[in-house]
């Protein structure tokens, strides 16, 4: 099975910008969901930004009109451009692929399909200092 090695994270001022990077090792992604989850200290996890095959785009309306999640054409590596970053987007931020079908709401719950556990990076931390 691949593996997903996410980098870019760091710490930030509020207002900065911050582009993550998760690049697939030993195989392509999948013509199924992908996309980018985080989680806070004593939080759930949660996603943030969803991609389909079919080019459908799914975003936590947090996130919404300042994160772009996006694809190179080899579908080996999936980015996040996170733009005016705010304190409350600090988080350990992952990259995952193989979820089969899914569904973001607005509040970050990600419905996708039961039984899949799909491939998931190691995380990268991102502190968004005011």
């Known amino acids: 099975q691949g593996q997903l090695v996410e980098s870019g994270g760091g710490s930030v001022q509020s207002g900065e910008s911050v582009r993550l990077s998760c690049a697939a090792s030993g195989y392509t992604f999948s013509k199924t969901c992908r996309g980018w989850f985080r989680q806070a200290p004593g939080e759930e996890r949660k996603g943030v930004a969803l991609l389909e095959n079919d080019g459908t785009v799914g975003y936590a309306d947090s996130v919404k009109d300042r994160f772009t999640i996006s694809e190179d054409k080899n579908k080996t590596t999936l980015y996040l451009q996170m733009n005016h970053l705010k304190p409350e987007d600090t988080a350990i931020y992952y990259c995952?692929?193989?979820?089969?079908?899914?569904?973001?709401?607005?509040?970050?719950?990600?419905?996708?399909?039961?039984?899949?556990?799909?491939?998931w990076g190691q995380g990268t931390q991102v502190t968004v200092d005011s």
């Open positions: 995952a692929a193989d979820l089969g079908s899914c569904l973001i709401k607005g509040d970050g719950t990600v419905y996708r399909s039961t039984g899949i556990r799909g491939t």
